[in-house]
Structures are given as structure tokens and as C-alpha cells.
């Protein structure tokens, strides 16, 4: 991989669900080592398809995705890819199914091949990072929504990702857990592309930001994004403010 090659890479991406009109059009993307890049944007505007495609979970129908500095095509290039870059799923029920929390969080250790006593170790680690020490027994469908969530996450960091895609991490936590999770996403060295729809969470965490808009994204970067008040009408949702005409 060439040492200015992002980790991941993708081009001129199109992709619409079968059936219905492309949502990704002319798509460019790109993740680099290290940096936190945030993508704020509509409801059903594209993100975590976006993410999807970069797991291989969906396919283009145009474009070139590259990661690790590898094209990316087939089911075999994309095995790797979820080896290595972990995906917390906007909903957590889409990656919990073991009965208890410490099975669900070593499953993935697991799987790359890591002992029994090795893998329970790594969880027990990665839940304790994340504050959820005592929930190693507990039953996952029973746990609140955003408990399912930490979990979730926990699964996916058990992994030792390269990089990480967020798909509304934040989403249902408790002011005091949100915080936690800035400060876990903060400490941890490697790339990640966060989807929120939080801007105070994205604008602490990330160095650039994104959105998705007609099918392709811009940098939003300029536009000095902030949460204020205003004496207008839905003044505390995130809009551009502009000379008439
Ligand atoms: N499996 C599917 N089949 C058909 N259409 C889908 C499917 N999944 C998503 N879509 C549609 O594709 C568009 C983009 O969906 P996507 O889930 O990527 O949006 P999003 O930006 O993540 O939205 P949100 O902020 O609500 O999570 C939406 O219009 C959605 O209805
Ligand atoms: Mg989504």
C-alpha cells in the first residue's frame, strides 16, 4: 500500500437497492490512517449503506472500493475487510444473539482463532474499559436499549479492529454515557468514521466532517457546524444561514 493510500478508499461509487433509483451516485470516500471523520446527515440519505458497502455487505453497481490498499470486489476481498475493521451496527439487536453479554463479546475473539480462556479474557477487558463490569452473565435480550448498545460496541472492540465504523453510537445513551463514549472512542488509536446525528458528540470527536447530500458527499468542514439558539422558527436543528438570493 502506497504510504499516502487511505485505508479506505472508495470511487465514483453508485448503488440503489433493487428495484428503486440509485441513493449513491458519483461517490467519493475516504478514510486515513488515524484521522476520526464524522458523517452527519438526513434520515434515509445513505449512511449506513455507505457502511455496508465498505464491509461488503452490499455491492456497488459502479465505483471502486479499496482498502488496505486492495481493490475490494468480490466476497473473498471483503472477508479480510471484516477481519480486520469493525462495524457497530446502527441497531444493536443486528449483532447480539449469543444468550449472555460475555458470549456475545468473546464470540468475535473467538472466531479469529483465540483460546477459550484468551477470548473470555478480552472481553472481560474490553467490557470493564467500557464501565460494564458485573454484566458478564447477564442475559442480552433482557438488557435496556442502551446497555445493548455498550455491548454492541464491547462485541466489536473485543475484535481489535484496525478501524472502526460507528453507526449512531450514541443513539439512547444517557448523558453520562455518551461522555464514557467519547472518551473510549478518544483513547483509541485507530481510524474511525462515525455516523451521528449528534454534532456536539462529532464535532468533539472528529477532524473532519462530512455529509451526504444528492448521493455524494461534501465536506462540511467550512461551515463551522454548531448547536445554538435562535429566536427563529426550528433555530436548534443544524441549518446554513445565508444572504438571501
Ligand atoms: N434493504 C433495503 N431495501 C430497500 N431500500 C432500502 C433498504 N435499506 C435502506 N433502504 C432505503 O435506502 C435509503 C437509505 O437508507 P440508509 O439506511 O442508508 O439511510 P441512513 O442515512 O442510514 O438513514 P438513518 O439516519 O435513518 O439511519 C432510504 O431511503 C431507505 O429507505
Ligand atoms: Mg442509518
Redesign the pocket.
Known amino acids: 500500500m502506497a504510504a499516502e493510500e487511505p485505508l479506505v478508499a472508495l470511487r465514483g461509487i453508485r448503488f440503489g ?1 433493487p428495484g ?1 433509483a440509485p ?1 449513491l451516485e458519483g461517490l467519493d470516500f475516504a478514510l486515513g490512517g488515524g484521522e476520526r471523520v464524522g458523517i452527519l ?1 438526513p ?7 455507505l457502511l455496508l458497502l465498505i464491509m461488503g455487505l452490499l455491492r456497488p453497481q459502479a465505483g471502486e472500493i479499496r482498502i488496505f490498499g486492495e481493490p475490494r470486489r468480490a466476497e473473498a476481498d471483503f472477508l479480510e475487510v471484516r477481519r480486520r475493521i469493525g462495524l457497530v451496527f ?1 441497531d444493536p439487536e443486528d449483532q447480539l444473539f449469543c444468550p449472555t453479554v460475555l458470549e456475545d463479546v468473546a464470540f468475535g475473539p473467538l472466531n479469529l482463532g483465540k483460546s477459550r480462556a484468551e477470548a473470555a479474557a478480552v472481553a472481560r477487558r474490553t467490557l470493564a474499559a467500557l464501565g460494564l463490569e458485573g454484566f458478564e452473565g447477564r442475559i442480552g435480550f433482557k438488557l435496556s436499549g442502551g446497555e445493548k448498545r455498550l455491548v454492541a460496541l464491547a462485541a466489536v472492540l473485543a475484535m481489535e479492529p484496525e478501524a472502526l465504523l460507528l453507526d ?1 453510537p450514541e443513539n439512547g445513551l444517557d448523558a453520562r454515557t455518551r461522555l464514557r463514549l467519547v472518551e473510549v472512542l478518544e483513547r483509541l488509536p485507530i481510524p474511525q468514521a462515525i455516523v451521528s ?1 449528534d454534532i456536539d458528540l462529532l464535532t468533539a470527536l472528529c477532524d473532519r466532517l462530512l455529509t ?1 447530500e444528492a448521493g455524494t458527499i461534501r465536506d462540511v468542514d467550512g461551515e463551522a457546524l454548531h448547536r445554538h439558539l435562535h429566536v427563529h422558527r426550528l433555530g436548534d436543528r443544524p441549518h446554513r444561514h445565508g444572504l438571501p438570493g
Not at 43 to 49: H, L, P, Q, R, V
Open positions: 437497492y428503486a441513493i446527515a434520515n434515509g440519505s445513505g449512511k449506513t449503506t446502527q449512531e446525528h451526504l
